[in-house]
C-alpha cells in the first residue's frame, strides 16, 4: 500500500450498500436523533426556567444535558447525510472536527458525572455543610475546570492522532473514530496518540474507582437515614446518576474491550452506535423518571399557559 503525503478525503463506514436499506436505515437514525435532542432539550428548558430546579444538582444536570447533545450531533447527522446521498466521504477537516468535538464532549461529560457524584456525596454525607461546599461560586468554578479539562483532552487527542501520515484514507467506522484512524498510520508517530490514550484509560479507570467508593459511602450513609420517607427521597437522587454512569462506562466497555481487527464487523458497528448513541438518549429518561422535582417541571412545560407565566417572570427578574 502506497503512502499518502497528504489525505484530503477519509472514506467512512457506511451500513449498507442497498439504497432501501440505506434509507431504512436515514429514518432510524433521526428518530433516535430526535428522541435524543427532544429529551435533553426539554431538560435544558425545564432547569432554565423552574426556579425550583435552580440548585447544583439541577445544573449539573442542565450541562450533562447540554454534553449529550454535542456528543450525539458530532456524529449523527453526519451518518443520517451519509444514508440520504450514498456519499460516504468526508473531509479531513470534518474528521478533524469530528474527533475535536467527540472527545471534547465525551471528556467533559465523563469530569461532570465525577462532579455530580461529589455534590450527591456532599449532600447525603455532609448535608449541614452542603450550602457552603456547593455554592455557586464553587459550582461555576467545577464546570469550568470540566469544559478545560475536556478542551485539553481534545486538543491533545485530535493533534496526537493527526500527526501522522496516513498509508489509507479508509476507516472501517460510520464516524472518524481515533482507533481506526490509527490502524491508518504510516508512522511510528501514531505511538504517541497510543500512549495518550493508554494514560486517557488509566485516568478514567481511577474516576470510576473513585465513583463506586463514593457511592459506597453514599450508601452507608443512606442506611443510617432512620426514616423510609429518607431512604427513598436520596435513593432518588442517587440511583438515577449511579445508572447513568453504569451506562456510560458499559457501553463505552463493550465496544472496546474486543479483540483487535482490521476489518469491521457488523457487531462491531452495533457496538459503536450503542456506545455513541445510546447515553444520549438514555440519559433523559433515566433522570425525569426517578426525580420527582423534575418530572413536575417537565408536566409543567406542557401546560402552555403557565409555562408562558414562568418565562415572563423570569424575562422580568
Request: aromatic content about 14%; glycine content about 4%; charged content about 10%.
Amino acid at each position: 500500500m502506497s503512502n499518502f503525503t497528504s489525505i484530503s478525503t477519509f472514506l467512512l463506514l457506511e451500513f449498507s450498500n442497498v439504497r432501501e436499506l440505506q434509507i431504512v436505515y436515514f429514518f432510524v437514525f433521526l428518530a433516535l436523533y430526535l428522541m435524543a435532542i427532544t429529551g435533553n432539550l426539554l431538560i435544558i428548558i425545564a432547569v432554565t426556567f423552574d426556579h425550583h430546579l435552580h440548585t447544583p444538582m439541577f445544573f449539573f444536570l442542565l450541562n450533562l444535558a447540554i454534553m449529550d447533545i454535542g456528543t450525539i450531533s458530532v456524529m449523527i447527522p453526519k451518518s443520517m447525510a451519509m444514508s440520504l446521498t450514498n456519499n460516504r466521504s468526508i473531509s479531513l477537516s470534518g474528521c478533524v472536527a469530528q474527533v475535536f468535538f467527540y472527545i471534547f464532549c465525551l471528556s467533559s461529560d465523563f469530569f461532570l458525572l465525577i462532579i455530580m457524584a461529589h455534590d450527591r456525596y456532599v449532600a447525603i454525607c455532609n448535608p449541614l455543610q452542603y450550602e457552603r461546599i456547593m455554592h455557586k461560586g464553587a459550582c461555576l468554578q467545577m464546570i469550568a475546570t470540566v469544559w478545560i479539562i475536556g478542551l485539553s483532552y481534545a486538543i491533545l487527542h485530535t493533534g496526537g492522532t493527526f500527526a501522522n501520515t496516513f498509508c489509507s484514507n479508509v476507516v472501517n467506522q460510520f464516524f472518524c473514530e481515533i482507533p481506526q484512524l490509527l490502524k491508518l498510520s504510516c508512522t511510528k508517530t501514531y505511538l504517541v496518540e497510543v500512549g495518550l490514550v493508554v494514560i486517557s484509560c488509566i485516568i478514567a479507570l481511577g474516576c470510576f474507582i473513585f465513583i463506586i467508593i463514593t457511592y459506597f459511602q453514599i450508601f452507608a450513609a443512606v442506611l443510617r437515614i432512620p426514616s423510609v420517607h429518607g431512604h427513598k427521597k436520596a435513593l432518588s437522587t442517587c440511583l438515577p446518576h449511579l445508572v447513568v454512569v453504569s451506562v456510560f462506562i458499559f457501553t463505552g466497555v463493550f465496544a472496546y474491550a474486543k479483540p483487535p481487527s482490521n476489518t469491521s464487523s457488523d457487531l462491531d458497528l452495533a457496538f459503536a452506535v450503542m456506545y455513541a448513541i445510546t447515553p444520549s438518549i438514555l440519559n433523559p429518561l433515566i433522570y425525569s423518571m426517578r426525580n420527582k422535582e423534575l418530572k413536575t417541571a417537565l408536566w409543567k412545560l406542557f401546560d402552555l399557559e403557565l409555562l408562558f407565566k414562568i418565562i415572563s417572570k423570569n424575562l422580568c427578574n
